[in-house]
């Protein structure tokens, strides 16, 4: 794999991990088109449980942009 496409991936897992790490627990995440066509999948998502679990995958996908970050750099073998 090439440099540049493992900074790329590099930038995806930093770029959606953030997000996923910070977005349930704003208040975007409650004002959504299809929360209000489906209430009952409203009540789950904004339970914290699911907030909880969402930034979850947000810190393993942040872990996953070190672990690329170590292999880009050496620190770790191939």
């Known amino acids: 794999m090439s440099v540049v496409s ?11 991990g953030l997000v996923l790490l910070v977005v349930p627990w704003l208040p975007f995440w409650d004002r959504n088109y299809f929360l209000d066509l489906w209430p009952a999948l409203a009540a789950v998502t904004r ?14 996908n942040l ?12 620190l770790r073998s191939k």
Request: glycine fraction near 10%.
């Open 47 to 60: 339970s914290n449980l699911v907030r909880g679990a969402v930034s979850g995958l947000g810190l393993i």
């Open 63 to 74: 872990w996953a942009a070190m672990a690329e970050l170590a292999t880009l750099f050496g």
């Open 6 to 16: 493992r900074l790329l991936l590099l930038a995806y897992f930093v770029e959606v």
